[in-house]
């Protein structure tokens, strides 16, 4: 069968691999015989129980996740872990320490402020996010409840190459457009979170790895849905989950395992991210904002001379079956998101284009 389907470098929500689309387009009436689709089913039927157990089971299997972690699957995306992540963790000191490599951190930051003694350890927002800054230990208050990080900065490009030093602090990671890209020691973090539109299934669902001494603390009169207590009590399923976006994710989750996991995974992103980054290398024709060391395997931002011609880069670029290269609003210029299912097809056309259009425009 022939598809007629765009290379999309959307930041998100992205591709999916194209094997778990067709899977679920298979079993999209009739899931294994039930007679029924996923969408229609009981969250409390066996058939979902076995879905949201494989599921869990399989993620655990690829990020190695400890026995003494929880894996929730909440709705309210990134964003509602903003909120979540201070109202539950602030439980001694109420201090939290965040680093600000973007606007995500920031909005993070922000929304924190309202729950405890929240300070800015380190940013880079004097350079516009160019960069992750270095920090060591005695950057952080030696009673903070936690400190924050955006380990990959979606926006800006930018990524944590080096997980921080935060000594027996509790280390919080916002890993919304880097999770399952690569291998990453889960022990080294009180939570990790991630929305699931970036990097492994459709809007509408979040991942919560959390380590279960850091539950069970938020305040009594904290909204039911926002104790991650509640979630965890009832693995997942307190209320309705995101019953369709969970079985996606298993289907993810079990393609990856097939592809041979994160660690093939990691080296396929790394060598599309080197194709890429090392043709705009090439060409002083675009300015990369990002300092090299810090830059992100995910999401590859430039721009061309001009306002008008990243514009013009944008309109070409669509009429060759690329589409959602435009930076995001806050920053303008162009940004190109080479996620897991990217194929190696899209990169080598855009670098391909990227080669013309320079020439062409030069
Ligand atoms: C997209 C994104 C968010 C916000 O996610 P929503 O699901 O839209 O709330 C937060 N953090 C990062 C790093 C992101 O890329």
Redesign the pocket.
Known sequence: MKYDRVFNFS??PSMMPLEVLEQAQKELLNYHGTGESVMEMSHRSAEFKEIIEQAEKDLRDLLNIPENYKVLFLQG???LQFSMIPINLLFNSKKADYILTGN?AKKAYQEACKFGDIRVAASSEESNYTYIPETSRSDFRSDADYVYV?Y?N?IYGSHFNEIPDVGDLTLVA?M??CLLSEEIDVSRFGLIYA?A??NIAP?GLTIVIVREDLIGHAPKDTPVYLDYETHAKKDSMYNTPPCFNIYMAGLVFRHLKKMGGISAMHAKNVAQAEKLYGALDALDFYNKPVRKKDRSLMNVVFTTPSKELDAKFVQEAKEHGMINVKGHRSVGGIRTSIFNAMPDEGVDTLVEFIRKFAEENA
């Open positions: 930041a998100g995306g990134g964003t995500w955006c990959n979606t916002d919304s457009s929305g539109q970036k809007a």
